[in-house]
């Protein structure tokens, strides 16, 4: 409903907004017309024949102004033309003075050569004389020779053959001149028609440039009297123009005159409306003026309402998120209660924060995460899908000790009232299990705070109860058990049989130690945590080796009736399962993580037998079952505490631990039985008797003697 008022009152405002713009056009335009009436009335005041002659004066004014853009546009573009046609004209002027240099540079040179070659003809004319007179030199002595005596022969032959001998060389040497003369003169005359043919190329070449000339000429001629064309052209363009846009101003002169009685015409009738039109636009302005304070109004009661709704919804959302978690609350106490009568183990699961030791990176990131309504639910991601687990009760990594002790401290008290009790930590290694059992000294764990909270309890029963409280730590090393508080650890013990006794279990030279103070359970837990066997594996570097067992007994006494009960309680830290190709083992190493992975898969198959409900239970398959037998069987109470990594690279081992607590809350025991003794006939030998058992070594883990009773009841 507010909803629908506030658009309504939207789409109103939006047409009167529309109403207002179109108001205020139509009042535009009605002023537009009223000022142009007013000028023409100013016109009015003068005489028809002053305002027509008026009128001819400014359209003459505007034609001649038009006139002269006109011509001022079309004598640029003359103007233009005339230069594009000049710049050419001088290029060409430019490239014929180019050529004529080209030619009085080639007439230059055909020139020089004509020179060199009169030159040439010189040299072989001096050198066809000197040959000449050489030759009339050599027959004038000829001549001589022959002119001279006969009796001068003898001599004279002397003389010629000795003149001859010289002439003959002088002529030799005449005649190689003579053969190297000739030589040059072929030389020459080739270099003569060598010149010749180029001066007569270079003759042709600048008749053909003269041509070239010529044509240039005739092109310059030719663009000349195109431009002279063109320009005559462009007149008559220009005078058409001019006259064309002469009518054409005339046309629109006319046109201006009609629609200028057009518009006296309208004014006239315009006024009505505009008075109108005046009207509305003021009412109009007044609603708008009003409106803003009207939508305020309206908005303030429909935030209002609104506000009153979501304080109506939210009220209501939180008593049904108030009734839903006292609901769950209710439901995790009846599914406790029914856990309890039907005997199930119950299951808890851990889950510890991201550390440095986890390192950087995609393998280090969580993948596990929590419903914030339900406390028993947790989500684990693997490759983009989301798997959900639902156990008892499930410890985020801000969990204390405290916390986690306050939700496992009732069973931890039941073994007072006579009932075999255990709480196994299960995980793979390096996920806190000896942190949530052994804890540090500044912040204990499970071990310490549940043997404080037996002695404060045992101080509370003390005026009807007389209780005594004995240790023993035991280590399950390569499927040896050994005891953590002997003289010499590394002796293995043996579960034998009670003699005279069904089935009845019990650990030969077994240390117990009793505990009556604080002070003793800190030297207990200190002397069994050093001789505890730990080592450095790739994935924790105080990696637990063994399965380490806090067995605590508590016998009491009912002072009123004499009636004894003996109760158990066993704190197991398994040794962590681990992937032997990721923790590196080797050596011995290897042999101790195949004894304990050996072990675990014995526990699995017990913990399996025991769901199906088989009539036979394997519990002699190791030692860590065997021993365990009494509180895993349906006489007893069980939690399993799983640690769970939430980094991304033990998503594997996180997934087989939550699976197998799931398995394990699957089974049922069936309702445990609370281990009491009745006193004995005689009253008097009662009262003689020691009240409470003293504890010695080879103590029974599970006793019947004559005349105890197995009472199944529901627990407390």
Aim: aromatic share 4%; glycine share 6%.
């Amino acid at each position: 409903d507010h909803s629908g008022v506030q658009s309504g009152l939207q789409i109103k405002l939006k047409e009167l907004q529309g109403k207002l713009e179109q108001k205020e056009r139509e009042h535009e335009e009605v002023q537009r017309q009223v000022k142009e009436m007013n000028s023409l009335q100013v016109q009015v005041g003068g005489t028809d024949l002053e305002k027509h002659r008026d009128l001819l004066v400014s359209e003459n004014d505007r034609l001649r102004k038009e006139l002269q853009l006109l011509n001022s546009h079309l004598g640029t573009g003359k103007k233009l033309e005339v230069e594009a046609l000049k710049e050419r004209l001088t290029s060409m002027e430019q490239r014929e003075t180019e050529h004529k240099l080209l030619i009085s540079a080639l007439q230059r040179e055909v020139q020089q050569k004509a020179e060199r070659l009169a030159e040439a003809e010189l040299r072989l004319r001096d050198s066809a004389r000197e040959r000449v007179e050489e030759e009339e030199r050599l027959n004038r002595m000829l001549r001589e020779y022959q002119l001279c005596n006969q009796p001068q022969i003898k001599y004279m032959v002397k003389t010629v053959e000795v003149d001859s001998a010289k002439t003959k060389v002088a002529f030799g040497q005449l005649q190689s001149r003579n053969v190297y003369l000739e030589e040059q003169v072929d030389l020459q005359r080739e270099a003569l028609q060598k010149m010749q043919q180029q001066v007569q190329l270079e003759q042709q070449e600048v008749a053909k440039l003269r041509a070239q000339v010529k044509l240039y000429d005739l092109e310059l001629d030719k663009a000349q009297a195109q431009m002279v064309q063109e320009y005559q052209s462009l007149q008559v363009e220009k005078e058409q123009a001019v006259a064309e846009a002469f009518e054409k101003a005339q046309g629109e002169m006319r046109a201006v005159h009609q629609s200028l009685d057009g518009v006296r015409k309208n004014l006239l009738t315009l006024q009505p409306a505009l008075r109108t039109l005046t009207h509305d636009y003021n009412a109009l302005k007044r609603q708008v003026r009003d409106f803003p304070a009207l939508l305020n109004e309206a908005m303030g009661e429909a935030r209002l309402e609104f506000s009153q709704a979501v304080k109506h919804v939210s009220d209501a959302n939180a008593e049904l998120l108030h009734k839903y978690r006292k609901e769950l609350h209710l439901r995790k106490e009846c599914h406790n209660q029914l856990v309890r009568l039907r005997g199930n183990i119950r299951v808890f699961a851990r889950v510890r924060p991201i550390t440095t030791e986890d390192g950087v990176g995609p393998g280090a990131e969580n993948i596990v995460t929590f419903d914030p309504d339900d406390d028993g639910v947790l989500y684990v991601a693997q490759k983009g899908k989301e798997m959900s687990f639902e156990l008892d009760k499930i410890f985020t990594p801000s969990a204390t000790q405290e916390e986690v002790f306050r939700d496992v401290s009732p069973l931890i008290t039941s073994c007072l009232d006579g009932y075999s009790v255990c709480i196994l930590a299960y995980g793979q290694t390096g996920s806190g299990k000896t942190y949530s059992m052994e804890g540090i000294p500044s912040d204990p764990g499970i071990n310490q705070r549940a043997l404080r909270l037996l002695l404060s309890e045992v101080k509370e029963r003390s005026s009807s109860w007389e209780h005594e409280l004995s240790v023993s730590m035991v280590e399950i090393y390569n499927e040896s058990l050994r005891d953590l508080l002997g003289s010499d650890p590394s002796n293995s013990l043996e579960i034998k049989i009670l003699p005279g006794s069904v089935g009845e279990l019990y650990v030969p030279n077994l240390t117990q130690r009793q505990v009556q103070s604080m002070e003793d359970i800190n030297k207990i837990l200190e002397l069994g945590h050093k001789q505890r066997a730990t080592e450095h594996t790739n994935l924790n570097t105080h990696s637990s080796r063994s399965h380490a067992l806090l067995i605590l007994t508590a016998k009491g006494r009912e002072t009123s009736t004499g009636i004894c009960s003996t109760g158990k309680l066993y704190l197991v830290d398994l040794a962590g399962s681990e992937r032997v190709s990721r923790s590196g083992a080797a050596g011995e190493r290897l042999r101790e993580a195949q004894c304990i992975n050996r072990s675990l898969s014995a526990l699995g198959d017990v913990i399996s037998a025991l769901r199906s409900q088989q009539g036979h239970i394997p519990y002699r398959n190791s030692k860590l079952t065997y021993l365990l037998q009494e509180p895993l069987s349906r006489e007893g109470k069980a939690l399993l505490l799983l640690q769970v990594s939430p980094a991304e690279k033990n998503i594997s081992e996180s997934l087989c631990s939550l699976r197998f607590g799931d398995r394990v809350r699957a089974v049922e025991l069936g309702a445990p039985s609370r281990k009491i003794e009745q006193p004995p006939p005689n009253a008097e030998l009662a009262e003689s008797e020691s009240p409470v058992l003293r504890s010695t070594k080879g103590t029974s883990l599970r006793r019947k003697p004559q005349g105890s009773v197995r009472q199944r009841t529901s627990p407390p």
